[in-house]
């Protein structure tokens, strides 16, 4: 049975179900606490509610872990006009409960899905000048514990947005929020030392260099992770 669940399409079917789950709007209070139960007990938000991990990255942008409606007020409050999800998938009572929080609060939702644990997708780089571009600020980025994806759209964003030196952008991916380099997550960082060492070295601008000389394929091979910094950031920390 445990072998099972762990086929492809089983855990696709589970995944299915459980955005047919969520994906939806909310009827009522049983539907409402059913999914605070599941963002805090399922999606490990009771953590979240003590510390959420935001920061102020420039006055146009925050980072954060998934936040709770409470959050979302709070955000609301300091300006905030934009709510970017990087997780995808609508798989937790926390998205129709995010959903539901923006459009009281007047924030638009939109997304920008990216991975922690593979080598960033060439063609969601290439758009991320657009998508920037057209962000209305100031905006809030969010992943689960705001720690890898977090980290890596906002190096992103101030590299290619705020053309901010590429040290400078690096240093979002730092254990200061949570992020284990020596962890799966730490393929964002060998993406990064990649560019630096056969881009920006030799006077290649970011976007030119992924267009034109990035290999996923050959980072994914070449990456090799902790163990004991993998186990504890995908097994005890629980991180998505």
Not at 25 to 49: Q, V
Not at 87 to 104: D, M, S, V, Y
Request: aromatic share 12%.
């Amino acid at each position: 049975m445990l072998n099972r669940w762990r086929r492809p399409e089983d855990r696709y079917a589970r995944r299915m179900a459980r955005i047919a789950r969520w994906d939806r709007p909310l009827r009522g209070r049983l539907d409402r606490a059913r999914a605070w139960t599941n963002m805090l007990l399922s999606d490990h938000g009771i953590f979240r509610l003590v510390y959420l991990n935001a920061h102020r990255i420039t006055p146009q942008l925050w980072r954060a872990a998934q936040p709770a409606p409470t959050d979302i007020a709070w955000f609301a409050r300091q300006g905030v006009k934009t709510i970017v999800n990087l997780r995808g998938g609508r798989e937790h009572g926390a998205w129709p409960l995010q959903k539901e929080a923006c459009e009281r609060h007047g924030i638009a939702l939109v997304e920008f899905v990216l991975r922690s644990r593979g080598a960033p997708d060439r063609d969601t780089l290439l758009a991320a000048p657009a998508f920037f571009a057209g962000l209305q600020t100031p905006a809030l980025v969010h992943c689960k514990s705001g720690a890898d994806r977090a980290g890596f759209f906002s190096a992103l964003y101030l590299l290619i947005h705020e053309r901010r030196p590429l040290a400078e952008a690096m240093a979002e991916l730092s254990l200061r929020y949570g992020h284990f380099r020596f962890a799966k997550t730490g393929i964002l960082d060998a993406f990064f030392e990649t560019y630096a060492r056969e881009g920006a070295s030799k006077g290649t601008p970011f976007l030119d260099w992924v267009a034109k000389e990035y290999d996923p394929e050959r980072l994914e091979r070449e990456f090799k992770p902790g163990f004991f910094s993998s186990l504890l950031a995908d097994r005890l920390i629980r991180r998505e």
